[in-house]
């Protein structure tokens, strides 16, 4: 099996391994995974793309190793936490809380670096850059909750289709076999809102707000995407693990 083919088989597992634990009771305590083997039947899948999958899953939080005894499932609290590290997009990772999430207005237009409304946290693009400009307004069992503005090169991401402005922008990139997805740079920042995004919360302009911004890269390390989330500051949680 070739590497690129390892990785996706990994990351596969990953979200079948983070699907089923997202099915256990909140509030369950440690549980232990079953023994290699079994796991192995299960998913029917090589041992090396087990580890690696489970290696993953430790880095995000969601499980822990206790030499000599086995994998262990961290307790899980519903707190309506967004999570950092999955890697899903924020519809999967909505879904896996219980919650619904869903985009009533979206625009998309032609525009270039010149007009953007903000720029890419680490690198530096040409003024005459073009982009796409996709604004979004997200609601989370019929309440707002994400205030939108991605921008995407033209050079890069052709096109965006309907299906994907409305439904998962995160699942169209990962599926689209021309972008070789890499990494993706994350600032969290406080902020005030817009007119716009008070009315869009329903709150007093220059309300607190929560922005998460996201370069997202190619594995070239070409910038192909960057983007701010704004978040009602008041009811936002983000969850990121840490190993010490």
Aim: proline share 5%.
């Amino acid at each position: 099996m070739a590497k690129g083919e390892r990785s996706v088989a990994t990351d596969t597992l990953v979200k079948k391994i983070m699907d089923d634990i997202q099915q256990l009771p909140t509030g369950s305590g440690t549980m232990q995974l079953p023994p290699e083997p079994e796991l192995m039947a299960t998913y029917q899948v090589t041992r090396y793309t087990l580890r690696q999958a489970l290696k993953n899953l430790s880095q995000m939080g969601y499980t822990f190793q206790a030499h000599g005894i086995g994998t262990f499932v961290r307790p899980r609290m519903n707190n309506h936490a967004i999570s950092l590290q999955n890697p899903v997009g924020m519809t999967d990772e909505m879904a896996r809380q219980g919650r619904h999430l869903t985009t009533k207005h979206a625009t998309i237009q032609a525009t270039t670096v010149a007009e953007a409304a903000f720029l890419p946290i680490g690198t530096q693009l040409d003024s005459n850059t073009p982009l796409w400009s996709v604004r979004r307004f997200r609601y989370a069992d019929d309440k707002p909750f994400i205030f939108e503005q991605s921008y995407y090169l033209r050079n890069i991401v052709n096109q965006i289709p309907e299906t994907a402005l409305y439904g998962s922008l995160f699942n169209f990139v990962e599926k689209n076999d021309a972008l070789k997805v890499g990494f993706q740079d994350t600032i969290i920042e406080a902020g005030s809102m817009s007119q716009e995004m008070a009315e869009f919360f329903d709150m007093a302009e220059k309300s607190p707000t929560l922005s998460v911004r996201d370069d997202s890269y190619l594995s070239s390390g070409q910038l192909f995407a960057f983007s701010k989330l704004g978040y009602d500051a008041r009811d936002t949680k983000l969850f990121l693990f840490k190993k010490i």
